[in-house]
């Protein structure tokens, strides 16, 4: 379940991943399959090619996209969150969240 999502915020991601950028968004989110996350961030891209070369950056695999819609996106939980986050110089968006940052 998602929340604490701003319709602005979800609209600009929408934006960018149209444009073949790859795109951030951030949120809360719960599912009983991951216990202890809170959070999720779907990196997505209109350009498939575009997005499994980034994710390949990370050691992502493409089948790991999720491509059932016209966002295709990686989610990206707990550690792997953080730690791409922090790469991306976009620690912030977990930071808005309340989530502690520091190692």
Same mark, same amino acid.
């Given at each position: 379940?998602?929340?604490?999502?701003?319709?602005?915020?979800?609209?600009?991601?929408?934006? %960018?991943?149209?444009? $073949?950028?790859?795109?951030? +968004?951030?949120?809360? @989110? /719960?599912?009983? #399959?991951?216990?202890?996350?809170?959070?999720?961030?779907?990196?997505?891209?209109?350009?498939?090619?575009? %997005?499994?070369?980034? $994710?390949?950056?990370?050691? +992502?695999?493409?089948? @790991? /996209?999720?491509? #059932?819609?016209?966002?295709?996106?990686?989610?990206?939980?707990?550690?792997?969150?953080?730690?791409?986050?922090?790469?991306?110089?976009?620690?912030?968006?977990?930071?808005?969240?309340?989530?502690?940052?520091?190692?």
């Amino acid at each position: 379940m998602a929340f604490g999502l701003k319709r602005r915020t979800l609209i600009e991601w929408k934006r %960018l991943a149209e444009q $073949g950028e790859i795109a951030f +968004l951030t949120h809360f @989110w /719960i599912d009983e #399959r991951f216990p202890g996350c809170t959070s999720v961030t779907k990196v997505a891209c209109a350009d498939i090619s575009k %997005l499994e070369s980034w $994710g390949a950056r990370y050691g +992502l695999k493409p089948e @790991w /996209i999720h491509r #059932r819609d016209k966002y295709p996106h990686f989610d990206l939980l707990g550690e792997r969150q953080k730690e791409i986050l922090r790469k991306e110089g976009l620690e912030e968006q977990l930071s808005n969240l309340g989530h502690d940052f520091q190692q």
